[in-house]
C-alpha cells in the first residue's frame, strides 16, 4: 500500500487534523510538518484527492498495519463465485441440451455462475438469431434459479449467455451430538430380548 507521508507530501498546503483527531484547518506544508515533528509522529496525507490534501499527524507505522489489516479483511470477506461452462451447438438435440441444462441446474443450485457458450462452424453464423433462441429457452428453463447476468453476446464465432444463482447455497447443517440418553437408547434398541426358559 502506497502512502504519501512527510517530505513525500508535495502539496504546499494540507488541511491538518492533529494528533488529537482536531482539525486545524489550512495550514503551510511546512508548518504541518513542524506540528508533526514536535508531537514525535509523522505527517500523512490520508485523502490525497481532495483540495487541499487531507494530512494527519500519526504514528505511520500503525497507520500502515491497520490499513494492510482492513485490506486483508476486506479481501477474506467477498465471496469468490465460481464460473462454470457449459456449450452447445445451434440447435443442439432436445436430449443432449437436458444434460447440459441438468447440469448447470445443479451448479447454479450450488452458488456457481454459469456460462453458457453456442459455437458456430460454417455458415451457422450468419444465422445468429437460431442460437439466440436456444439462449433464450435454456434462460426460461433455468428461470426458478438463476437470473442473467449478461445477455446474449456474440463473441467471434460464439454467442454467450452468463446466469448467476438467485440465492446462495444451503449450508449443509452439522450432526448434531448424541447425548448419554440417546446413545443408551439406541443400544436399547440393538439388544434382542433373551427369551425367557421354560419353568420345569
Known amino acids: 500500500m502506497k502512502v504519501n507521508a512527510n517530505q513525500y507530501i508535495r502539496a504546499p498546503k494540507v488541511r491538518l487534523i492533529d494528533q488529537n483527531g482536531e482539525n486545524i484547518g489550512i495550514v503551510p506544508i511546512e508548518k504541518a510538518l513542524q506540528i508533526a515533528r514536535d508531537a514525535e509522529l509523522d505527517l500523512v496525507e490520508i485523502a490525497a484527492g481532495a483540495n487541499p490534501p487531507v494530512c494527519k499527524v500519526l504514528d505511520l507505522g500503525k497507520y500502515l498495519f491497520e490499513q494492510n489489516k482492513k485490506e486483508r479483511q476486506a479481501r477474506k470477506s467477498q465471496t469468490k463465485v465460481e464460473i462454470k461452462e457449459i456449450r452447445l451447438r445451434p440447435k443442439t438435440n432436445e436430449h443432449h441440451r437436458g444434460f447440459k441444462v441438468r447440469d448447470a441446474r445443479g451448479w447454479l443450485e450450488n452458488g456457481m455462475k454459469v456460462k453458457v457458450t453456442i459455437r458456430?462452424?460454417?455458415?451457422?453464423?450468419?444465422?445468429?438469431?437460431?442460437?439466440?433462441?436456444?439462449?433464450?429457452?435454456?434462460?426460461?428453463?433455468?428461470?426458478?434459479?438463476?437470473?442473467?447476468?449478461?445477455?446474449?453476446?456474440?463473441?467471434?464465432?460464439?454467442?454467450?449467455?452468463?446466469?448467476?444463482?438467485?440465492?446462495?447455497?444451503?449450508?449443509?447443517?452439522?450432526?448434531?451430538e448424541k447425548g448419554p440418553a440417546a446413545e443408551k437408547a439406541e443400544q436399547t434398541e440393538e439388544t434382542p430380548e433373551k427369551e425367557s426358559e421354560p419353568e420345569k
Open 120 to 176: 458456430f462452424r460454417g455458415r451457422e453464423v450468419t444465422y445468429p438469431e437460431i442460437a439466440l433462441e436456444d439462449l433464450r429457452e435454456i434462460a426460461e428453463d433455468l428461470r426458478d434459479v438463476s437470473t442473467i447476468e449478461m445477455a446474449p453476446s456474440m463473441e467471434g464465432r460464439s454467442m454467450t449467455l452468463v446466469l448467476a444463482p438467485t440465492k446462495a447455497p444451503a449450508k449443509k447443517a452439522a450432526p448434531k
